[in-house]
């Protein structure tokens, strides 16, 4: 094992350029203060990841992802995560309604890209771009790029979701350095999206364990079922 983190643990392969990425039950939310465990949540967002990559790769964009191994496990390049969490917002929710008081599900066009810098010990801040500079996270260049790709992203996936029957309300990426490109890694899935019924509008992500919504494990399914079956 190389990296434990708090959703997923890291393996070597015998390729020095090739990692397993295994999915956990483990969720954990306001920085690890609240903890808990969802059921299969790591099939679910193994089996959720494989897809999405897929559907970049398709549209074009690459990513980390190689092919899905089993029902945990996904093999992976091995990147350079650059500690950067980039968020793409449609709609307003979460910590922009709290940060800016706008009206919760405000809609967001053109979308709102916002950079977290990705440090536990800090609480994963909000910075700015002159902020990723100064701590030398990225270029300039590459800041343009991140931005540029989650936009792509956003693209491809808002009218993916759209078939499904849910809003992409908001997400957020993680993309690592591997020969010298900047491509999209770590995991697109429940936890790192927020997903709204558009029938309904019923929170199909994350929040319902953030929020103690109930029905978590149902819902994790649900979405498995919209998005792969
Ligand atoms: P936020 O509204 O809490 O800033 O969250 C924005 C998006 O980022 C939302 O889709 C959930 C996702 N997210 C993560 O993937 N990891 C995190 O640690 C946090 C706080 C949010």
């Known amino acids: 094992m190389l990296y434990e983190g708090k959703a997923k643990k890291i393996f070597l392969t015998e390729k020095d350029d090739e990692l397993i990425q295994y999915f956990k039950d483990d969720a954990t939310a306001f920085n690890a203060e609240k903890r808990g465990t969802i059921l299969k949540k790591g099939v679910v967002n193994n089996a959720i990841s494989a897809k999405l990559f897929q ?19 996904m093999l ?6 650059i500690p950067v969490e980039v968020v793409v917002r449609n709609r307003a929710t979460g910590s922009i309604v709290k940060r800016l008081g706008l009206e919760e599900g405000l809609i967001i ?5 916002e950079f977290f810098y990705k440090d536990d010990s800090l609480g994963d801040p909000l910075i700015s771009e002159d902020h990723i500079r100064l701590l030398k996270l990225a270029t300039t260049g590459q800041i343009e790029e991140l931005r540029q ?11 993916f979701f759209q078939k499904k ?3 992409l309300v908001d997400f957020k990426l993680e993309f690592g350095l591997w020969s010298g490109q900047i491509i ?6 429940p936890d790192t999206c927020r997903f709204w019924d558009i029938q309904t509008g019923e929170r199909m992500d994350k929040d319902r364990f953030r929020k ?6 149902e819902t ?8 792969c079956g």
């Open 109 to 113: 066009d053109p979308p709102l890209i």
């Open 76 to 81: 992976t390049r091995r990147v350079k995560i």
């Open 55 to 73: 559907h970049l790769a398709d549209a074009g964009i690459p990513s980390h992802f190689i092919q899905q191994i089993n029902d945990r496990e």
């Open 220 to 227: 994790y399914q649900e979405v498995l079922k919209r998005v």
């Open 212 to 217: 103690d919504l109930g029905r978590i494990e």
């Open 184 to 189: 999209v890694a770590d995991e697109i899935s």
């Open 165 to 167: 029957g849910m809003f």
């Open 149 to 159: 790709q989650a936009l792509n992203i956003n693209e491809v996936l808002k009218p």
